[in-house]
Antibody, heavy 121, light 108 residues
Framework: QVQLQESGPGLVRPSETLSLTCKVS????????WSWIRQSPGKGLEYLGY???????NYNPSLSGRVSISIDTSKNQFSLRLTSVTVADTAVYYC???????????????WGQGTLVTVSS | SSELTQDAAVSVALGQTVTITCHGD??????ASWYQQKPGHAPVLVIY???KRPSGIPDRFSGSTSTDTASLTITGAQAEDEADYYC???????????FGGGTRLTVL
């Protein structure tokens, strides 16, 4: 079982860019999907996007193109960028490993502990 | 619709059986997976596929799927099962991931 650990600033100013990194340990990142999910205070889980280790991304269209994910398999880490943040982007951000078998089976088996990012001036 | 719908809250008496459901068109094509989340903690996978349990998940947790509905059943609920439960799957059209709104389970 891999371990994931998020890192990055806990406070971001409105209109600026939120940047987080997820370090993966205990296994390689190859041939897998890596995802970011967030949870606003007292709310449910919201999908942000995922990236396949060999390239290819998928993002939540509700974020209007503000989100991007990149991966560096040589460093065993992947990153999230969310631009033009507002107070509505205040949330606990989780990185996670997503599995999809190409047919009907899909699941998230490993999650980081989460990191709270507050958007405030 | 690409969304997944769950009841907001469900309660169960200690030791009894409870079923939490998740509805969505995407479940006709993709299996749901289920996550347990306790306050201040990350979600934990409890069921995926038709009825697969990760290592370490008690066998009182089980899953099933019928047409556009996925179900999570806890047989003999324990006090430690009190938590929020989320279903998750994949959207048919966009391939994005989708989550249900979550069900808060109270064990009485």
């Amino acid at each position: 079982q891999v371990q994931l650990q998020e890192s990055g600033p806990g406070l971001v100013r409105p209109s600026e860019t939120l940047s987080l990194t997820c370090k993966v340990s205990g296994g390689a990142m190859n041939d897998q999907y890596w995802s970011w999910i967030r949870q606003s205070p007292g709310k449910g889980l919201e999908y942000l996007g995922y990236m396949y280790s060999r390239g290819g991304t998928n993002y939540n269209p509700s974020l209007s193109g503000r989100v991007s994910i990149s991966i560096d398999t040589s460093k065993n880490q992947f990153s999230l960028r969310l631009t033009s943040v507002t107070v509505a982007d205040t949330a606990v951000y989780y990185c996670a490993r997503y599995w999809y078998d190409g047919s009907g089976l899909n699941w998230i088996d490993s999650w980081g502990q989460g990191t709270l990012v507050t958007v405030s001036s | 619709s690409s969304e997944l719908t769950q009841d907001a809250a469900v309660s169960v008496a200690l030791g009894q059986t409870v079923t939490i459901t998740c509805h969505g068109d995407g479940l006709r094509a993709f299996y749901a997976s289920w996550y347990q989340q306790k306050p201040g903690h990350a979600p934990v996978l409890v069921i995926y596929g038709q009825d697969k349990r990760p290592s370490g998940i008690p066998d009182r947790f089980s899953g099933s799927t019928s047409t556009d509905t996925a179900s999570l059943t806890i047989t003999g609920a324990q006090a430690e099962d009190e938590a929020d439960y989320y279903c998750h799957s994949r959207d048919i059209r966009s391939t994005r991931l989708v989550f249900g709104g979550g069900t808060r389970l109270t064990v009485l």
